[in-house]
């Protein structure tokens, strides 16, 4: 049994458990699905709930999202239009798979938190990021996580970065340079399809360490054993 719940015309769009934790739902008007969206529970009330009732009743921009979030669920902003996210709270730890997916010229992220150790699928495609590097924690990029973001123009892999799925980085029409910092086990053939404008990968290996290359980057001149 929730210790607080939020009603919203009639519908329940909040609930704290007694473990400490908050998810907001919908019904999907302007969001698909549960926002799955997971907060530690706030010391002071308010930012929340006023946060539920933008998603809900779509008045008003986002601007920021609670500072205890720990957790953004799969489609949690998913087509949502009435964002203005330049960052994210410090302390998210994942982003699940179709998290801001779609959201167009609305999200405008720079970065990403340096706790975040994991996104899912999809999670930015079609979106307006600006974002040059990810968090050291992150290992994997998911199948069309950063696809469509046609506002990134260079992109700096950490050292973890593991592998690389299917279509990650498709049709990023102003990506120009990319970097890795260290060796991943795997990169799809098509993870950069698409990307014409890629002139430069830099990477810390030899030819031939990581198959696939270019990864789709047809325009690309690899500059293999780059040190910076």
Not at 32 to 53: C, M, N, R
Request: aromatic fraction near 8%; charge should be negative.
């Amino acid at each position: 049994m929730a210790d607080v719940t939020l009603t919203y015309k009639g519908s329940t769009i909040a609930e704290m458990s007694d473990t400490g934790t908050k998810t907001l739902k919908t019904a999907g008007k302007y969001c698909e699905g549960d926002i799955g969206v997971s907060y530690v529970k706030p010391s002071s009330g308010g930012t929340s709930d006023d946060l539920a009732k933008k998603m809900i009743t779509r008045e008003g921009i986002i601007t920021e999202l609670p500072s205890d979030i720990t957790k953004i669920g799969d489609s949690a902003f998913r087509r949502c239009t009435n964002l203005a996210l330049t960052s994210l709270p410090n302390g998210i730890t994942s982003i699940g798979m179709f998290a801001f997916s779609e959201c167009g010229k609305a999200l405008t992220l720079s970065s990403l938190p340096d706790s975040v150790t994991s996104i899912g699928q999809q999670t930015f495609e079609r979106t307006n990021i600006t974002i040059t590097t990810l968090p050291s924690g992150i290992t994997e990029i998911p199948y069309e996580a950063f696809s469509y973001c046609v506002m990134l123009t260079s992109m700096t892999f950490p050292q973890n970065i593991d592998a690389i799925r299917s279509f990650a980085f498709e049709h990023c029409s102003r990506l120009t340079t990319i970097t890795f910092k260290g060796t991943p086990s795997s990169i799809a053939s098509n993870a950069f399809l698409s990307c014409n404008k890629i002139t430069t990968i830099n990477v810390p290996w030899a030819e031939g360490a990581v198959a696939n290359a270019p990864w789709g980057a047809t325009n690309a001149t690899i500059n293999y054993n780059y040190t910076e």
